[in-house]
């Protein structure tokens, strides 16, 4: 580096304060640090980061691909191509939900709905409940818009299913927003038809927007998916959050999309506007495929989730001092591993360092997830089964 280098490097940088509140996503922390040591010769089995090891589907990307031949190359609507936000209505009707293309806004991945329904609708002090364990993000971007997060906990006992009545039970006049995820991320929680009911019928008389994160919705091996968008009353109060990146393994082609009422969508395009002008065209029209076209890749990986799921389950369960239950949803087991005496991160640390193991602690999803760790079962089984070997023996000769 030069002298000038140096010099600008030495400068005292002044950040707005907003920015020491906002957080990180461990899983790509983990990653990197993973990396490292297979640049110096480790053999890493890799369980940390939420993404389909699959290919996407070859219809889909040979409609990227006419798109681009096609000439959508060039900016688009802010909220999304007419032809995206229409398909996507329709994929809404399949799951029993009236949505006109006009209460769709398309974006750059799943998470900027997210960022964009806290910044519309929370205020300084403002309460948003939230799942702990949950998805990093929530948490972070309540902090930093200033408002105040309520956490709600998800008990291993119920299989990490929500409680109406807890939820409800939290609920103050200065409540703004509450963030549902279900299939649910890192527990692999499914909530119930039961107490999501009950949810909306609490909610039918109370000035309070909902979040539903359902971007793992494709992903449910037992039970079923349900919005609570579906019930009465509660369509115009919820925004629901979804996406391709986990049911269509579409990661990197970074497209989400959220449906809610009309006038909050403008507001969501202004933001887009503001943010990131439009989402790429051609990658629209490969989701439009994607929604439109042959839906048996969609069914093969989940299968074959479900196989892994067993062979990861059955193996944890084997190890002494964890204890797993079976997720109905997603990608991720969520052993209890109290009963190994150690922390989430002690273990999660040393089964990186020693055992070439990567995982999350379950503290990195809140302060409810300490004695848990978790995987993604990502992974081919082959690869789960040499993890699961490497863990069983660090953990004897660690006992």
């Not at 006009?102 to 329904?117: D, L, Q």
């Not at 273990?347 to 809140?366: E, N, Q, R, W």
């Amino acid at each position: 580096m030069n002298s000038m280098g140096r010099q600008t490097t030495e400068k005292t940088l002044r950040l707005a304060e907003r920015m020491s509140r906002l957080g990180t996503e461990s899983a790509f922390d983990v990653l990197v640090r993973a990396r490292a040591l297979e640049a110096s010769g480790k053999k890493v089995v890799h369980l940390e980061i939420g993404e389909p090891d699959f290919p996407t589907a070859p219809h889909i990307v040979e409609a990227a691909v006419k798109a681009m031949r096609d000439g959508f190359t060039h900016y688009g609507p802010p909220a999304g191509l007419p032809q995206l936000r229409e398909a996507i209505a329709e994929d809404a009707a399949r799951r029993g939900l009236r949505v006109d293309p006009s209460e769709v806004v398309v974006t750059p991945g799943a998470k900027p709905i997210m960022f964009y329904a806290i910044l519309a609708l929370v205020e300084t002090g403002d309460e948003v409940l939230y799942p702990d364990p949950g998805f990093p993000i929530y948490e972070s971007m309540i902090n930093f818009v200033g408002g105040r997060g309520v956490p709600y906990t998800l008990s291993e006992e119920r299989y990490f299913d929500v409680t109406a009545e807890e939820m409800l039970g939290k609920i103050t006049d200065r409540t703004r927003l509450l963030i549902l995820n279900s299939p649910q991320n890192p527990t692999g929680g499914v909530m119930s038809r039961e107490q999501i009911e009950a949810l909306a019928r609490g909610l039918a008389s109370r000035d309070v927007m909902v979040l539903s994160d359902e971007i793992y919705r494709h992903l449910i091996y037992e039970g079923e998916h349900v919005s609570i968008a579906q019930f009465p009353g509660m369509r115009e109060k919820t925004i629901i959050l979804d996406g391709f990146s986990k049911g269509y393994a579409m990661t990197g082609w970074r497209l989400g999309y959220g449906i809610m009422r009309h006038d909050l969508a403008d507001h969501f395009a202004r933001l887009m506007v503001n943010s990131n002008s439009c989402t790429a065209s051609f990658s629209q029209m490969a989701a439009v495929a994607a929604l439109r076209g042959d839906q048996a890749s969609v069914n093969d990986m989940r299968e074959e989730f479900r196989r892994r799921r067993k062979v990861i389950i059955e193996g944890l369960n084997r190890i002494p001092g964890f204890q797993c239950q079976q997720s109905p949803g997603a990608f991720y087991a969520f052993p209890n591993i109290s009963g190994t005496g150690k922390t989430s991160k002690e273990i999660a640390d040393a089964l990186l360092d020693s055992a070439g193991v990567a995982c999350l602690s379950g503290t990195a999803f809140g302060r409810a997830g300490e004695g848990y760790l978790r995987f993604s079962y990502a992974n081919s089984v082959e690869n789960i089964r040499m993890a699961l070997g490497r863990i069983e023996s660090w953990v004897q000769e660690n006992r």
